[in-house]
C-alpha cells in the first residue's frame, strides 16, 4: 500500500537523491503534455537519455493517493524521479492558479479589509502583544516552535551550542526502543531543513562558529539515528551526515581560528574512536585524522588508543594507527602491528585495502608481501590481493616488483597474457629472467609451462627437444601448428611414436577409434599426405589389429583408400 504524502512538501519523505534527479528533469523542460484526463487522474511523458516513461497520480485533495511509471518493475514501490517530476509539476500548476486568483483579486478596487496585510499587523502590534502571540501560538502549533527555535538558535548564548538542543527537541529519547513514528520523523526532516538553511547562511557569512555549532550538532545527533535506519529514511539521514561532514572538514581547513580548528579535530577523533563512521564516510574520516599525525601531539594520541584498547582492536581503531604509522614514513612498523593478528587474515586483508585505498601505498605493499608468503589467506584473497600489489607496483613504475610477482604469476596459470607482462616489466633484464624462470620450471619439472615459455619466445629447438623428452600428444597438439611449416618431420615422428605407444597400452576398437579421432584433428589443417603416412606406419607395426586399418580408412572417402593401403 502507497503511503499517502502531501503534495506541498512530499519531499521531505523521499530520497535526496530521488528529489534532485527529479528536479534535473523538470528544469531540463523534460516532463512534457501533462494533463488531468480524469478528476484527480494526471498523466504526463517524462523524457530522459534511458527512454520515455508515462507516469501517472492520483492526487485528492492535494494528497498523494496513488501513483505509477513505466519504469516501475514487480514488486517496485518507492517512488522513482519521473513520479517526482511529474508532481513537481503538478505542484506548480496549483501554485501558478492560486498566483492568478491572488492577482485577480489584487485587481479589484480596494478597500481597507482585503488591504489588510501581515506587515500592517506588525507595524501596529506591540512588542509585548507580539511576544505574547508568538509564545501563545508557539505553544499551540509544534512546527511553528520548531522553525522558532531553529531559526533563533544563533541568539542563544547561554548553550554552549543551541543548535544540539534543538535536535533534542526532535529525537527520539533514549530509552525509547520502538522506531521513531512517521510525524516525529517529518518535524525531525523539518528541523534538519532548517538547520542546513541556517547553515548555508552561516557559511555565506563566513561565521565559522555557527556553522561548526550547527554542523557538529547534525554529525552527533544523527549519525547514531542513521545507523539505525533504513530505505528512504537511511537515505535521507545519510545526506545531512555527509552534509555536516563536509562541512566540519572545511571549517579545519578554512577556519581561522586555531581553537576552532583543533575543536573539529577533536570531535571527529572522539567520535572515530568510540562510534563507527557510516561506511560512506569511514574512510575519509580515516584519512582525516591519520593526515593529521603529521603533528607528534595528534600521533600521541593516535598511539595511546590504539595501546589501551584491548586485543583485538575494532577495525575502525586498528587501521587508524596502522594508517597513522604510514603517514609518519614507518611503515615496516604496520607490519609488526599486524603480526599480532595472524589468526585473523579477514582482519589483515581489510587493513591491507584500506592503506591502498588511502594512497599509503609504500605500507600496503609492504603489508601485502609479507602475508602473502605467510600463505594464510585462501586462493581468492590471495590473487585479489596480488593482482592490488599489482597495481601498486604498475602505478610507482616499480619493475623489480612488477618481474616478481608477474613471474609468480605465470609459475601458477601458464597464461601468456602474464608472459607477455613478464617480459615488458622485466625490460632489459628479461635475457637473465628468462633464465632464471626457466631453471625454477625446469627444477619443479613443470614440462607444461616450460613449454608455453618456450614457444612464446619462437625457441623452436628446445621446444622440439623438450617435446621429444617429456612431452605427449596432447602437448604436440598444442604447438604442432608452429612446426608444420618448417619441421613437419618432426610432426610425423611424434605422432608416430606417442600414437604407438598408445597401441601399445590399448587394444580393440576403442583403441583404434581413438587413434582415428587424433588424426582427424590434424588431417582438418591440411596435412592430408602427412596423416597417410602415419596411418601407413601404424597399420604395418601393427598388422595384427584387425579393426585398426578399417577404422583408419574411414577418414578418407572410398576414392582416395587405395592411395592410403
Known sequence: MIQKLSLKDFEHFISPATWYAADDLVQAGQVKNLREIERHLWVALVETDEGNFESEVMITPHKIKAYACECFTEGRRLMCPHIAATLIKIRQFYNQREEARRIKAAEKPANELTRF??????????????ADFVRDFARRDRDFALALKTRFAVHVTESENPYALVLDSVLPKPSVKTKISEPDFRRLRKALDGLEEQLSIAK???????????????????????????????????????????????????????????????????????????????????????????????????????????????????????????????????????????????????AFLQLYY???????????????????????????????????????????????????????????????KLKIAAAERWPKEREKLLAELRSKKDFSKTAALLSSEGDLEKLAELIEN??????????????????????????????????????????????????????????????????RELTVRFSDRISLGGELAELFPRSKRKMVF
Open 470 to 535: 617429456h612431452g605427449d600428444l596432447n602437448m604436440m597438439q598444442r604447438y604442432e601448428s608452429a612446426f608444420l611449416t618448417e619441421k613437419k618431420d618432426f610432426v610425423q615422428a611424434r605422432y608416430t611414436s606417442f600414437l604407438s605407444q598408445y597401441l601399445e597400452e590399448h587394444f580393440g576398437a576403442p583403441a583404434a577409434q581413438q587413434v582415428r579421432l587424433r588424426l582427424s584433428e590434424l588431417l582438418q589443417k591440411g596435412e592430408e599426405e602427412m596423416v597417410m603416412k602415419i596411418i
Open 358 to 420: 588511502l594512497n599509503y601505498w609504500e605500507a600496503a605493499t609492504l603489508v601485502g608481501e609479507h602475508f602473502l608468503n605467510k600463505n594464510i589467506f585462501p586462493i581468492g584473497q590471495s590473487r585479489e590481493l596480488e593482482n592490488v600489489l599489482l597495481f601498486i607496483a604498475e602505478q610507482t613504475n616499480d619493475q623489480a616488483r612488477q618481474t616478481i610477482l608477474l613471474r609468480q604469476r605465470f609459475l601458477l596459470s601458464g597464461s601468456s597474457a602474464v608472459f607477455e
Open 117 to 130: 496585510t501581515v506587515q500592517t499587523a506588525l507595524d501596529n502590534a506591540s512588542p509585548e502583544a507580539l
Open 204 to 350: 555565506g557569512a563566513l561565521d565559522f562558529r555557527s556553522d561548526f555549532q550547527i554542523s557538529s550538532a547534525i554529525f552527533l545527533k544523527i549519525n547514531p539515528l542513521h545507523a539505525k535506519a533504513e530505505g528512504n529514511r537511511r537515505s535521507a539521514l545519510l545526506y545531512f551526515c555527509q552534509k555536516s561532514f563536509e562541512a566540519l572538514i572545511n571549517i579545519h581547513s578554512s577556519a581561522p581560528s586555531p581553537e576552532l580548528r583543533e575543536s573539529v579535530w577533536e570531535i571527529l577523533f572522539s567520535f572515530g574512536i568510540k562510534s563507527p563512521f557510516p561506511l560512506e564516510l569511514e574512510r575519509e574520516g580515516l584519512r582525516f585524522i591519520a593526515e593529521s599525525s603529521k603533528e607528534e601531539a595528534k600521533f600521541d594520541k593516535v598511539r595511546e588508543v590504539f595501546d589501551q584498547t584491548p586485543y583485538p582492536a575494532p577495525a575502525f581503531i586498528l587501521q587508524l594507527f596502522l594508517s597513522a604509522l604510514a603517514v609518519r614514513k614507518i611503515p615496516l612498523a604496520a607490519v609488526r602491528v599486524l603480526d599480532d593478528y595472524l589468526e585473523n587474515p579477514d582482519m589483515i586483508k581489510d
